[in-house]
């Protein structure tokens, strides 16, 4: 699972930085940066970016399932 930032909708806000300051950063342009890689979030760090998502008063953020490739 990763994390998404619609930045059309972000007025940086700040929430997801409150909520999981490890994976979101609000910079002077207002608007929220991913500041971990993107790729899976960890388990022991999901709570927290989901939390995250809830709390965006803009609903700026989306959990999207990492897509699998078959061959």
């Given amino acids: 699972m990763r994390v998404e930032v619609d930045f059309d909708l972000c007025q940086g806000h700040a929430e997801c930085q409150a909520e999981a300051p490890d994976w979101f950063t609000v910079g002077k342009g207002s608007e929220a940066k991913v500041r971990a890689k993107r790729?899976?979030?960890?388990?022991?760090?999901?709570?927290?970016?989901?939390?995250?998502?809830?709390?965006?008063?803009?609903?700026?953020?989306?959990l999207v399932e990492n897509q699998t490739h078959q061959e």
């Fill in 39 to 62: 790729g899976d979030i960890p388990a022991d760090q999901l709570a927290a970016v989901k939390d995250a998502v809830k709390y965006c008063p803009t609903q700026a953020l989306r």
